[in-house]
C-alpha cells in the first residue's frame, strides 16, 4: 500500500462535492431544456413526413425521466467518496507524528468549505441553475453544511488513523 496517501484526501472530497453537484445538475438542466425545446417544435411544425412530438415522448421524454435519478445518484457519490476516506484512513499506516499534520490539513479543509458552500449557495440562488439544483435536496443539504461535514469525517478519519498507527508493530517497538 502507498504509505504517502491519505493526507489530501480530505481536500479532494471537498472539491469532488461540488464538481458532482454542478456536473449532473447541469446533465438534468440541459436535458431538460433539450426536451422542452423539441416538444415546443413538435408544436409548431407540421409535418406529415415526421411526427417530432410523438419522436419526442417515445425517445427524450423517457430519457429526461431517467435522468431526474442523477439527484439521488450524486448524494450516493459524495457518501460513497467520504466512506472511501475513512476507509483508506483505517488502512493506511503512518507515523503518529503526521497526527499533527492532519489536524491542519483538516482546519484547512473547513476553511475552504465555508467558501465552497458560499460559492455554492450563489448558484444556487441563481435564477438559471438554481431550480434545477434545488431538485438536489441531499447532495444540496451536504454542499450548504460542507465546513460540519469536513470536520466530522475528518476527525473520524484522523481518529481511525491513530487506531490504525497503534496496530503497526514498527511503531510499537521504537516508539513515538
Known amino acids: 500500500m502507498n504509505n504517502k496517501g491519505g493526507i489530501l484526501s480530505i481536500i479532494v472530497w471537498l472539491a469532488s462535492v461540488v464538481v458532482i453537484i454542478l456536473i449532473l445538475a447541469a446533465f438534468v438542466f440541459f436535458f431538460d431544456v433539450t426536451t422542452t425545446a423539441l416538444l415546443d417544435a413538435g408544436a409548431i411544425i407540421d409535418s406529415s413526413v415526421v411526427n417530432l412530438t410523438d419522436a419526442t415522448q417515445k425517445t427524450m421524454v423517457p430519457i429526461n425521466l431517467g435522468m431526474r ?7 450516493l457519490l ?9 476507509v483508506e484512513n483505517f ?3 503512518q507515523h503518529p507524528i503526521l497526527f499533527f499534520v492532519h489536524i491542519l490539513i483538516i482546519f484547512l479543509g473547513i476553511i475552504a468549505a465555508i467558501s465552497i458552500s458560499n460559492f455554492y449557495e450563489i448558484f ?12 438536489f435536496t441531499a447532495a444540496s443539504f451536504i454542499a450548504l453544511n460542507l465546513p460540519y461535514w469536513v470536520a466530522v469525517i475528518g476527525i473520524i478519519g484522523l481518529i481511525l488513523l491513530v487506531i490504525n498507527a497503534s496496530r503497526d508493530p514498527e511503531i510499537r517497538v521504537r516508539g513515538v
Do not use: C, H, M, Q
Request: glycine residues 10%.
Open 69 to 75: 435519478s442523477l439527484t439521488w445518484i450524486s448524494f
Open 78 to 86: 459524495i457518501t460513497v467518496l467520504a466512506f472511501g476516506i475513512l
Open 91 to 93: 488502512y493506511i499506516r
Open 124 to 135: 444556487l440562488n441563481d435564477p438559471l441553475l438554481g431550480g434545477t439544483l434545488s431538485e
